[in-house]
């Protein structure tokens, strides 16, 4: 006899993204010399100065529960963070900071606090695999606005404006983006805002900004929040963040959200049920992330940067292959379209027949693309570029 499961459940499957690493881990322990370019994490150690903060937090007993919605030294350090890093006149207090169990629970409480049965949110395509999901679990429906990649997929603020409907309760946005690595620009960020302030006459549309990635820019590009561009819409945007990708801490489990003060208690009411706090342990070290040396931060977004120029400029000559150069993250969004097949064919074939292994696009609403992660060595880089040459050479 089947189980009957929650109707929330319809339609909402695992990410690809890591069943395909989980496949990718599994032919590497049968012996296969996979190559892998799937998970969205960095592959450096977490700095030293961050795990000895959580030895000594062991040491110092910080192991019991702790308030649901994190330690208040964490969440002053992280108010304190995003005023330094997004200046004045941008200045949240410690109790309009929530400290979650990564950054993908942050979203997920901010849209089970904001959205009802047959809201909408809007998300713009390509797109971080779980924002579908996590909006459906919340009950509400996605509507989809998709980019041009000949537009560096900038957003087109008169499209946004025209799918905003009274039933619109969030707009999602990803700067710098998984996948695409684009940096939303300040131009495009006015131009939202502007959409935002005249859509209603009241603060019931909310912005979800993701900038879980927005210390790994690459020059000329620079970060840019869209709080930063229109601080009037300070309390209708919901910034997320996290420890994971800037200080190589995905492991460790620790995100935040800041936002409006009411907002933030209905989230924290909601984790104080489903989490409870985050890892004792984890808040100590994400602690010394942000308040210690930032050294790592800067050289480990160099070392992207350096992995970038080697992949893509090594995509971009390869037949049937091309390639924008991504801002920021690290991910380069491979555009297959000229090899006559769907990108879910394309990716298996290169697992079965080279051995390497990338996520096809259609998770992230696109046929027509490859993820590649560079968050791998140049010897791995250079080594699938050669395999890639080898399998479209006629």
């Known amino acids: 006899m089947a189980l009957a499961l ?18 990718a881990k599994a032919l590497v322990k049968a012996g296969k010399p996979v190559l892998d370019f799937t998970v969205g994490e960095p592959d450096f150690p977490t700095p030293d100065h961050i795990k000895r903060a959580a030895i000594a937090a062991i040491e110092n007993n910080h ?20 005023h330094r890093r997004l200046g004045d006149p941008i200045k949240y207090a410690s ?10 629970q942050a979203l997920y409480n901010a849209l089970q606090v904001l959205c009802n049965p047959d809201d909408e949110v809007i998300i713009l395509a390509p797109y971080w695999v ?7 679990l919340a009950g509400a429906k996605p509507v989809i606005l998709n980019t041009r990649e000949q537009d560096g997929y900038q957003p087109d603020a008169n499209l946004v404006k025209a799918a905003i409907s009274p039933k619109t309760r969030a707009i999602i946005l990803n700067s710098p983006s998984n996948p695409t690595g684009a940096v939303l ?7 939202l805002a ?31 929040s869209i709080v930063q561009v229109e601080p009037a819409l300070v309390n209708q945007i919901i910034l997320v963040n996290g420890v994971s990708k800037s200080y190589s801490m995905t492991g460790w489990r620790i995100g935040y959200v800041a936002g409006p003060k009411n907002v933030i208690d209905a989230m924290s009411a909601l ?7 985050p890892t004792s342990i984890s808040q100590h070290a994400a602690l010394e992330a942000i308040t210690g040396d930032q050294g790592e931060v800067q050289r480990m977004a160099n070392e992207f940067e350096r992995r970038r120029d080697a992949l893509v400029g090594g995509l971009n000559r390869i037949s049937g292959l091309s390639c924008l150069n991504p801002q920021g993250a690290f991910y380069a969004w491979c555009n297959v379209s000229r ?30 693309h490859v993820r590649f992660s560079f968050a791998t060595s140049l010897q791995v880089i250079d080594e699938a570029l050669d395999r890639l040459k080898q399998w479209t050479r006629p």
């Open 194 to 224: 502007a959409v935002v302030q005249g859509a209603r006459h009241d603060d019931s549309l909310f912005i979800i900004s993701d900038e879980i990635y927005d210390q790994i820019v690459f020059a000329p590009a620079k970060p840019c």
């Open 63 to 82: 192991t019991k529960y702790t308030p649901a919605a994190g330690i208040p030294e964490l969440r002053n350090a992280i108010a304190n963070d995003l």
């Open 339 to 368: 090899l006559g097949q769907s990108a879910e064919t394309i990716a298996s074939r290169w697992l079965d027949e080279i051995n390497l292994a990338v996520v096809p696009g259609e998770g992230f609403g696109s046929s027509s």
């Open 95 to 104: 109790a309009e900071v929530m400290v979650s169990c990564g950054a993908k």
């Open 6 to 23: 929650a109707d929330r459940l319809h339609g909402v499957e695992s990410s690809p993204t890591l069943a395909l690493a989980a496949k």
């Open 271 to 277: 984790q104080s049920h489903s989490t409870s706090n």
């Open 130 to 136: 779980s924002y579908k999901p996590l909006v459906k």
């Open 185 to 191: 620009s300040n131009r495009t960020l006015k131009e």
